[in-house]
């Protein structure tokens, strides 16, 4: 899937100069004065509309930097804008995200306005499994609760017992105290799962299609070419590359390794927006990776951010019907708490 490039006309003005240049320094490194000049206005605007419209700003560490640095109010992984989401007293939640993040959102703060800036901001994993799905699946396994990672449809949360994200899987797989657990629809985050367990795991075979492109062969390639490097995958990431790696957890738990660590050279096996955010914070580590970039993490951009809360749409709505038990599991999940996630 490919996004048409927009077109980013307002004018840099020295009024826009005046109020963004001290965004400029933090992604200075990675952005040219031309393209900061194209992104400024933008940025202006929507920080003036954010306090009229006593908005806040949510992005996930794949968003691009002028979205993470520039407008972004809170970042994180998914269990941390869950978090946010549901914790913020702002009137609007604008989520530089996918679908399910801002779904997600609205779960948990159904009395707020959630703004979505492009409603085609998908997921390969939420498109892999429908409730019927689940519905089968608990009839071939009696008993068997059902968790589901937060990567889905609201539709899907409601037929599951509980949520997780890929920071607290483990944590929420063991708190059930069962034998064994249906965990979907990532096949390869419920490998690493059934890896740190003893819970019997019943999957599916959704995958993300951005992470299930990288091979051991890749970061075998990397370790002979770059001595020393630490390399950080996702457990979204095929089985093989999570044992190739020297850390294996969620963006957020990467992003801890690297302060507490602090390696010399990083290979991120994730998406590759993540590296681009932290070169700036961090000049003293190489960042060196395969790049596969979210195709509907990128649909979310400046000037749709802007529009979004210009019109206040598109917003999130979900039926009432769905809202109540998908919430339930999601509110179950933010009573448990973050694993921090382990070595690989
Ligand atoms: P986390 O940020 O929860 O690690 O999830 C990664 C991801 O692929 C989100 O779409
Ligand atoms: Fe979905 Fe993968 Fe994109 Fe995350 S990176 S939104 S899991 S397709």
Redesign the pocket.
Known sequence: MTVAPERMDLPYTPEVAAATDHLYASIAKTVTRAEWELYAPYVARIQTLKRERNAVVLAHH?QTQEIYRCVADIVGDSLALAQAAAATDADTIVMCG?HFMAETAKLLSPNKTVLLPDLEAG????DSITAADIRALRARHPGAPVVTYV?TSAAVKAESDVCCTSANAVAVVESLGVPKVIFLPDEYLAAYVASKTKVEIVTWKGH????EKFTADEIRELRTMHAGIAVLAHP?CPPDVCAEADFVGSTTAMLDYIKGAKPARVAMIT?CSMAGNLVDAFPEIEFMQPCNL?P??RRITLPKILRALETMSPQIEIDPAVAAPARRAVERMTQIRRDGAAAA
């Not at 997921?123 to 939420?126: D, I």
Request: aromatic letters at 6%; glycine letters at 0%.
């Open positions: 794949y996918v997921c390969s994993l939420a990567n993300c299609e951005v992470h979204e998406e979210c509907h993490m």
